[in-house]
C-alpha cells in the first residue's frame, strides 16, 4: 500500500542531508540530554495543513525516545499501512527456519488452483506456474496491484477509496481484480520490479494454508506475543475506533471497511513504540536467524530512492550525500519502520498523512541527524544548502549575446532572531565571453562571496535578502594569458521554500566597479547577472 509520490519528492526532500551523520564520531551526547531537540523537529512539523498529528519513537545505543506532538500520543493506535508487509516477510522467514517451505517453492504448491488459474499471462504465455515465494517477496513476479494499479474502468481501487467509497473485499476479490490487469513482465525478469499488494495477499493466504491458522492467528503467536506487543493487532472490526484515523489532505478519512480488508499487505495497527520493538526484533534474530538478512538484501529499483529487496525496503541516497542506508518498510499512510546499520539505529513512527507520504522520510531524517549528533542544541541555529542554477549576465559573447552561465554555490543561513536571518555563500558564476578582438576575448569566472542580511516573511516560506558581495574575477584570453581582480556588488535574493529540504531562490546581482585590467579597455561594463538556482537544504 505504498505510493508512487515519494519517488522525486522523497529524494529532494532529503537529498542535501550530505554533511550531517558525520555523527559517527564518538562521544555522541546521550538521547536524554536531545529530547528538546527531538521534540521540537515533531513541533515544527505539525502545521494542520499538511499534518495534524506524528509520533515517532527512535533507538540508538540502547536509549529509546518517544514523541509525538498535534493531535496524536505517544501511545496512540494507527494504521501502519503497508509497514505490515514487513510483519508478513517475518512470518514466512519463520516458516523457512522451521523448514515448512522455501523460498524458491513455486507458489502453486500451496495455493488453490482456482487462485492459480489466469494468475499471469503476459504476451500470451501462463507464467503462473513459475512464480516463486520468493518473486512475490522481492514484487518480481511482475503481477499487476489489485489496489493502485488501474481496473477495467479505469480507476484504481486506491482512487475510489479516496473519493469517498469505502468498501469491503476479500482475498478471492483482490485476486480477480490483479487478474483483469496485464502483469508488467515474466517472473524473475532480471533488474525488473513491480510493487503489487497482490503479492502479498498471496504470501497472507500461503502462511494460511501452511499453517492452518489465519493470518490474525499468526501474528499474534509469533510476533505479538513473543514481543509483549500489546496494543499491535490486525485491523478487523470496522466499530474499532482505538486507530487514529488517518488524513487525506486536510480530511480525516474514514476507511474501516478497507481497513478490515487489507490483511497481510496493510491491516496492522500499532504504536511507534511497539513498531520500533518490532524493527528491531526483525533485524536482531528475534523472529528468524538472523543470517537471512542479508539474503533479503537483493535490490531492484521500484520508487526512487526506495528499492526493493526480498521482503524489506531499501532507502538510500548517493553515499556523496552522506545519509545512512535505511532498510525496513513504510506505508502510504506515512508510517514507517527502518533500520540504519551504519548507525545501529532504529527508528518507527508515523505522520499519519496519505496525501504527503515522503513527509514521514523527512522526518525520520531529521530525528536520526539529530540522534547521532555529538552536538547539543546550538543557541543560533543554522541551515546549509548546496545550489544549483543559471545566470543571465549583462557581459556579451563573442557574438554580441548576453552570456548564460552555470552557478554552484555554498550556502550558510543563521537564525538570528525572528524574522531576520544572515547569509553567507560561496558561489561560481560563470560570466562568458567578451569582443572579438583578441585582446578582448575574455573568458570570465567570478567566485562570489555575499554576505547578506534575510527577512523570511509568511510564516518563512518566502526571505528577501540583500547585502554585499566581494567577487573574485578569474579571466583567461589567448594574447594576455590570465589575470584576477577583486571587483564588489550588491546582491539581491528572493528564496521560496517548496519544502522543508528544498527552495528556489532568484537573484539579480548589481555590480558597482567596472570590468577593466591593464590593456584591457574599460567598457564600462559591470558584473550585473540574474540568477535562478534550487537549493537543495541541510538543517
Same mark, same amino acid.
Given at each position: 500500500?505504498?505510493?508512487?509520490?515519494?519517488?522525486?519528492?522523497?529524494?529532494?526532500?532529503?537529498?542535501?542531508?550530505?554533511?550531517?551523520?558525520?555523527?559517527?564520531?564518538?562521544?555522541?551526547? =546521550?538521547?536524554?540530554?536531545?529530547?528538546?531537540?527531538?521534540?521540537?523537529?515533531?513541533?515544527?512539523?505539525?502545521?494542520?495543513?499538511?499534518?495534524?498529528?506524528?509520533?515517532?519513537?527512535?533507538?540508538?545505543?540502547?536509549?529509546?525516545?518517544?514523541?509525538? $506532538?498535534?493531535?496524536?500520543?505517544?501511545?496512540?493506535?494507527?494504521?501502519?499501512?503497508?509497514?505490515?508487509?514487513?510483519?508478513?516477510?517475518?512470518?514466512?522467514?519463520?516458516?523457512?527456519?522451521?523448514?515448512?517451505?522455501?523460498?524458491?517453492?513455486?507458489?502453486?504448491?500451496?495455493?488453490?488452483?482456482?487462485?492459480?488459474?489466469? +494468475?499471469? /499471462?503476459?504476451?500470451?504465455?501462463?507464467?503462473?506456474?513459475?512464480?516463486?515465494?520468493?518473486?512475490?517477496?522481492?514484487?518480481? *513476479?511482475? #503481477?499487476?496491484?489489485?489496489?493502485?494499479?488501474?481496473?477495467?474502468?479505469?480507476?484504481?481501487?486506491?482512487?475510489?477509496?479516496?473519493?469517498?467509497?469505502?468498501?469491503?473485499?476479500?482475498?478471492? =476479490?483482490?485476486?480477480?481484480?490483479?487478474?483483469?490487469?496485464?502483469?508488467?513482465?515474466?517472473?524473475?525478469?532480471?533488474?525488473?520490479?513491480?510493487?503489487?499488494?497482490?503479492?502479498?495477499?498471496?504470501?497472507?493466504?500461503?502462511?494460511?494454508?501452511?499453517?492452518?491458522?489465519?493470518?490474525?492467528?499468526?501474528?499474534?503467536?509469533?510476533?505479538?506475543?513473543? +514481543?509483549?506487543?500489546?496494543?499491535?493487532?490486525?485491523?478487523?472490526?470496522?466499530?474499532?475506533?482505538?486507530?487514529?484515523?488517518?488524513?487525506?489532505?486536510?480530511?480525516?478519512?474514514?476507511?474501516?471497511?478497507?481497513?478490515? *480488508?487489507?490483511?497481510?499487505?496493510?491491516?496492522?495497527?500499532?504504536?511507534?513504540?511497539?513498531?520500533?520493538?518490532?524493527?528491531?526484533?526483525?533485524?536482531?534474530?528475534? #523472529?528468524?536467524?538472523?543470517?537471512?538478512?542479508?539474503? +533479503?538484501?537483493?535490490?531492484?529499483?521500484?520508487?526512487?530512492?526506495?528499492?526493493?529487496?526480498?521482503?524489506?525496503?531499501?532507502?538510500?541516497?548517493?553515499?556523496? +550525500?552522506?545519509?545512512?542506508?535505511?532498510?525496513?518498510?513504510?506505508?502510504?499512510?506515512?508510517?514507517? $519502520?527502518?533500520?540504519?546499520?551504519?548507525?545501529?539505529?532504529?527508528?518507527?513512527?508515523?505522520?499519519?498523512?496519505?496525501?504527503?507520504?515522503?513527509?514521514?522520510?523527512?522526518?525520520?531524517?531529521?530525528?536520526?541527524?539529530?540522534?547521532?549528533?555529538?552536538?547539543?542544541?546550538?543557541?543560533?541555529?543554522?541551515?546549509? $544548502?548546496?545550489?544549483?542554477?543559471?545566470?543571465?549576465?549583462?557581459?556579451?559573447?563573442?557574438?554580441?549575446?548576453?552570456?548564460?552561465?552555470?552557478?554552484?554555490?555554498?550556502?550558510?543561513?543563521?537564525?538570528?532572531?525572528?524574522?531576520?536571518?544572515?547569509? $553567507?555563500?560561496?558561489?561560481?558564476?560563470?560570466?562568458?565571453?567578451?569582443?572579438?578582438?583578441?585582446?578582448?576575448?575574455?573568458?570570465?569566472?567570478?567566485?562570489?562571496?555575499?554576505?547578506?542580511?534575510?527577512?523570511?516573511?509568511?510564516?518563512?516560506?518566502?526571505?528577501?535578502?540583500?547585502?554585499?558581495?566581494?567577487?573574485?574575477?578569474?579571466?583567461?584570453?589567448?594574447?594576455?594569458?590570465?589575470?584576477?581582480?577583486?571587483?564588489?556588488?550588491?546582491?539581491?535574493?528572493?528564496?521560496?521554500?517548496?519544502?522543508?529540504? #528544498?527552495?528556489?531562490? /532568484?537573484?539579480?546581482?548589481?555590480?558597482?566597479?567596472?570590468?577593466?585590467?591593464?590593456?584591457?579597455?574599460?567598457?564600462?561594463?559591470?558584473?550585473?547577472?540574474?540568477?535562478?538556482?534550487?537549493?537543495?537544504?541541510?538543517?
Amino acid at each position: 500500500m505504498d505510493k508512487k509520490k515519494i519517488i522525486l519528492t522523497t529524494m529532494l526532500a532529503v537529498v542535501a542531508i550530505n554533511s550531517t551523520v558525520k555523527a559517527q564520531q564518538a562521544g555522541s551526547i =546521550q538521547l536524554a540530554d536531545k529530547t528538546s531537540v527531538l521534540q521540537e523537529i515533531l513541533d515544527k512539523t505539525v502545521d494542520n495543513k499538511k499534518v495534524f498529528g506524528v509520533s515517532f519513537s527512535v533507538k540508538h545505543k540502547g536509549e529509546v525516545w518517544s514523541g509525538s $506532538a498535534g493531535d496524536m500520543e505517544n501511545e496512540q493506535p494507527f494504521f501502519i499501512a503497508s509497514t505490515t508487509k514487513l510483519f508478513t516477510t517475518a512470518i514466512i522467514l519463520h516458516l523457512v527456519s522451521e523448514n515448512k517451505l522455501i523460498l524458491e517453492d513455486k507458489i502453486g504448491r500451496y495455493l488453490d488452483d482456482d487462485v492459480m488459474q489466469g +494468475l499471469h /499471462l503476459y504476451k500470451g504465455v501462463d507464467y503462473s506456474n513459475e512464480i516463486t515465494v520468493r518473486n512475490l517477496l522481492a514484487h518480481t *513476479s511482475g #503481477l499487476p496491484d489489485y489496489f493502485e494499479d488501474k481496473g477495467t474502468n479505469g480507476k484504481s481501487l486506491e482512487e475510489d477509496l479516496f473519493s469517498g467509497n469505502d468498501q469491503f473485499w476479500t482475498f478471492e =476479490q483482490a485476486i480477480e481484480r490483479s487478474k483483469k490487469n496485464q502483469p508488467l513482465f515474466a517472473p524473475s525478469t532480471k533488474n525488473k520490479a513491480h510493487y503489487s499488494d497482490a503479492n502479498f495477499q498471496l504470501l497472507g493466504r500461503i502462511i494460511e494454508n501452511i499453517t492452518g491458522k489465519s493470518y490474525s492467528e499468526n501474528c499474534r503467536e509469533l510476533i505479538f506475543e513473543p +514481543l509483549n506487543l500489546s496494543k499491535t493487532y490486525l485491523y478487523n472490526d470496522i466499530n474499532d475506533i482505538r486507530p487514529k484515523a488517518m488524513y487525506y489532505k486536510n480530511n480525516v478519512l474514514k476507511i474501516p471497511k478497507a481497513m478490515t *480488508s487489507f490483511g497481510a499487505d496493510g491491516g496492522i495497527v500499532s504504536t511507534s513504540r511497539e513498531l520500533l520493538m518490532f524493527v528491531e526484533a526483525f533485524f536482531t534474530g528475534k #523472529l528468524f536467524p538472523k543470517s537471512y538478512i542479508e539474503e +533479503l538484501q537483493v535490490w531492484n529499483p521500484i520508487f526512487p530512492p526506495i528499492k526493493s529487496g526480498v521482503g524489506i525496503h531499501q532507502f538510500k541516497l548517493p553515499a556523496i +550525500l552522506g545519509m545512512p542506508e535505511l532498510i525496513g518498510h513504510s506505508g502510504l499512510s506515512g508510517a514507517l $519502520a527502518y533500520y540504519d546499520p551504519k548507525n545501529d539505529l532504529y527508528i518507527a513512527g508515523t505522520v499519519n498523512q496519505i496525501s504527503y507520504p515522503s513527509t514521514s522520510f523527512t522526518v525520520a531524517t531529521k530525528l536520526i541527524q539529530a540522534t547521532v549528533s555529538k552536538r547539543k542544541e546550538q543557541k543560533i541555529k543554522s541551515v546549509s $544548502a548546496i545550489g544549483i542554477g543559471a545566470t543571465y549576465s549583462s557581459i556579451e559573447d563573442n557574438a554580441g549575446k548576453p552570456k548564460a552561465g552555470l552557478s554552484l554555490g555554498l550556502y550558510k543561513e543563521y537564525n538570528i532572531f525572528k524574522p531576520v536571518s544572515f547569509t $553567507a555563500e560561496i558561489l561560481y558564476n560563470q560570466k562568458g565571453e567578451r569582443g572579438n578582438d583578441p585582446l578582448q576575448n575574455i573568458r570570465l569566472h567570478y567566485i562570489d562571496f555575499p554576505l547578506m542580511l534575510k527577512f523570511n516573511l509568511w510564516n518563512d516560506k518566502i526571505g528577501i535578502a540583500s547585502g554585499f558581495s566581494t567577487n573574485v574575477l578569474l579571466g583567461s584570453n589567448k594574447a594576455k594569458n590570465t589575470f584576477q581582480r577583486v571587483e564588489y556588488s550588491v546582491p539581491f535574493a528572493v528564496n521560496y521554500v517548496l519544502t522543508d529540504f #528544498l527552495q528556489v531562490s /532568484l537573484r539579480y546581482n548589481m555590480g558597482i566597479s567596472n570590468i577593466a585590467k591593464n590593456d584591457y579597455p574599460d567598457q564600462r561594463l559591470k558584473n550585473n547577472w540574474f540568477g535562478i538556482s534550487l537549493l537543495l537544504v541541510k538543517p
